[in-house]
């Protein structure tokens, strides 16, 4: 069966393959299809390239897809991954950052739950473990500065 996705390095790629290489700076799946490439542009079948490379011949094939569909920077690196959702936004962080920074009220050594709610004006559901984390922005110790809330 004739392969559908053919790489054919330029000597700049290649140059650049090999230099991503020798530095080891970048991360272990960037180096391992930078070898992918590199193998298989030399005329190495698939599988003995996903053999010396420990990988499966699937990842080789994916690797030579996305250089011929993108080129090599689509090869090499991933697509942004969605990821979890910020647990508060914006306008709550700033609401506690700055709620934390002051002095607790009635001489309280430190902010308790019912107190941040009512100073606040949040509901329960923002400061709920679901919603946030506790909140510790105590500056050298000392804990009157900080926000306990669990």
Do not use: C
């Not at 003995?48 to 420990?54: G, I, K, M, R, W």
């Not at 969605?82 to 306008?91: T, Y």
């Amino acid at each position: 069966m004739a392969k559908k996705y053919i790489v054919d390095l330029s000597k700049d790629e290649k140059t650049e393959l090999v230099s991503l290489t020798q530095k080891g700076r970048p991360g272990a799946r960037i180096i391992k299809r930078a070898n992918i490439l590199l193998l298989v542009d030399s005329g190495k079948p698939d599988f003995e390239v996903a053999e010396l490379l420990h990988t499966s011949w699937l990842t080789v094939l994916r690797t030579r897809q996305r250089y011929v569909e993108g080129g090599l920077d689509f090869a090499l690196n991933e697509l942004p991954r969605a990821g979890r959702l910020p647990k508060i936004d914006d306008k709550i962080e700033t609401i506690l950052t700055t709620l934390a920074q002051s002095h607790p009220q009635n001489g309280r050594v430190r902010w308790t739950l019912q107190l941040e709610i009512g100073r606040s004006g949040l509901s329960i559901k923002a400061f709920s473990r679901n919603n946030s984390s506790a909140i510790d922005t105590s500056t050298s110790g000392d804990r009157r500065a900080g926000v306990f809330l669990w």
